[in-house]
């Protein structure tokens, strides 16, 4: 009788002793490495489609700074949900869009990804040193840094990995 007693005491000794190690280890993942996210609304297509799955890296940019044309995923304040969008332009540049078209330091920039032309202007606006200026690949129908201005380096939640759902979009991120 005295090893039935035992047994659920061992097993939940067991349990834990298994659980407890693979909970942190998810933890630490989650909250240090990469997390999956998932794409709402349509402002990245035609790179990203609505309800597509990711996992976002967060650790690269802990040793260097975004590049243009990078994928990040960002926690801009006043917004609830995480924002997926393009890095267009990086500290200390001068952004301008004039008639629908962006330009760096005076230069166009070729934007192959970009849906359709983009409507509308943006002033001449000297990005700070700690910030950069996204947008969305679907310039018609995306809420970006033209109208939120550029954000702080420290809002990046971390860089589009990997597209993983649905499966036949399954690809690594350029």
Do not use: C
Request: aromatic content about 10%.
């Amino acid at each position: 009788m005295g090893g039935e007693a035992s047994l659920p005491v061992s097993f939940v000794r067991e349990a834990f002793s298994t659980l407890a190690p693979a909970l942190i280890i998810a933890i630490v993942i989650h909250l240090f490495l990469a997390q999956a996210t998932r794409v709402e609304g349509y402002s990245m297509e035609p790179t990203l489609y609505g309800h597509q799955r990711l996992i976002i890296e967060k650790v690269s940019y802990r040793f260097h700074r975004p590049s243009r044309g990078d994928i990040v995923v960002l926690q801009v304040p006043g917004y609830d949900k995480l924002l997926i969008k393009r890095v267009i332009g990086l500290p200390g540049e001068t952004i301008e869009i004039k008639d629908g078209v962006v330009w760096i330091d005076g230069q166009p920039l070729d934007e192959p990804y970009v849906k359709g032309s983009m409507r509308g202007s943006y002033p001449p606006t000297v990005i700070p040193e700690d910030s950069i200026f996204v947008m969305g690949d679907n310039r018609n129908n995306s809420s970006d840094s033209r109208v939120f201005g550029p954000v702080s380096i420290e809002h990046i939640v971390g860089h589009a990995w990997m597209r993983y759902w649905p499966l036949q979009a399954f690809s690594l991120m350029p």
